[in-house]
């Protein structure tokens, strides 16, 4: 091959990564979740990995014999799910975080979106994005510091649980 042709070559590609960003641009702009962020594409593999250890919408992962919090994942509602840590205290559970997805499902694949977080040591509870019709009607400034958090934290959540080893 060329070098013209791979020059080429390499501009059809970016084109067509380009096209098929745009389009789903454009479907998450139909469904309403243009300014809502989704979380990473590694975040949610992880979460994707965690979502099919769930038996009747619940899983309580501990792989580290008490080193690190075990991870609950439940499903809270309709294409909805809680990853959570837990911790005791005075005889309540406390999340250390938890954060509900919205799971949504486009043509070209499914997105999670991040719509609810609670830190109960802090009194923190945040509706990251409020609906209305199904879509979303306001979105909390949070709502893109919790997705781009969501990667750090799943990534420390394989890797304490040796999940997609």
Same mark, same amino acid.
């Given at each position: 091959?060329?070098?013209?042709?791979?020059?080429?070559? *390499?501009?059809?590609?970016?084109?067509?990564?380009?096209?098929?960003?745009?389009? *789903?641009?454009?479907?998450?702009?139909?469904?309403?979740?243009?300014?809502?962020?989704?979380?990473?594409?590694?975040? +949610?593999?992880?979460?994707?990995?965690?979502?099919?250890?769930?038996?009747?919408?619940?899983?309580?992962?501990?792989?580290?014999?008490?080193?690190?919090?075990?991870?609950?994942?439940?499903?809270?509602? *309709?294409?909805?799910?809680?990853?959570?840590?837990?911790?005791?205290?005075?005889?309540?559970?406390?999340?250390?975080?938890?954060?509900?997805?919205?799971?949504?499902?486009?043509?070209?694949?499914?997105?999670?979106?991040?719509?609810?977080?609670?830190?109960?040591?802090?009194?923190?509870?945040?509706?990251?994005?409020?609906?209305?019709?199904? +879509?979303?009607?306001?979105?909390?400034?949070?709502?893109?510091?919790?997705?781009?958090?969501?990667?750090?934290?799943?990534?420390?959540?394989?890797?304490?649980?040796?999940?997609?080893?």
């Amino acid at each position: 091959m060329t070098a013209l042709e791979k020059m080429a070559l *390499e501009i059809v590609q970016k084109q067509a990564k380009n096209v098929k960003k745009e389009n *789903e641009k454009r479907e998450q702009l139909a469904a309403g979740f243009t300014f809502v962020k989704p979380v990473s594409a590694s975040a +949610k593999k992880v979460i994707q990995q965690l979502e099919a250890m769930m038996i009747d919408g619940y899983a309580k992962i501990d792989n580290t014999n008490g080193a690190f919090m075990p991870v609950v994942i439940e499903q809270v509602g *309709e294409n909805q799910i809680s990853i959570a840590h837990y911790y005791e205290q005075n005889g309540d559970l406390m999340a250390d975080p938890e954060i509900v997805f919205l799971k949504k499902e486009y043509s070209y694949g499914v997105e999670y979106y991040p719509i609810y977080e609670r830190m109960s040591g802090l009194c923190s509870d945040v509706e990251l994005v409020i609906f209305e019709n199904r +879509k979303p009607k306001m979105i909390s400034n949070l709502q893109k510091q919790t997705a781009s958090f969501c990667t750090t934290w799943m990534r420390t959540i394989a890797m304490q649980q040796s999940i997609g080893k």
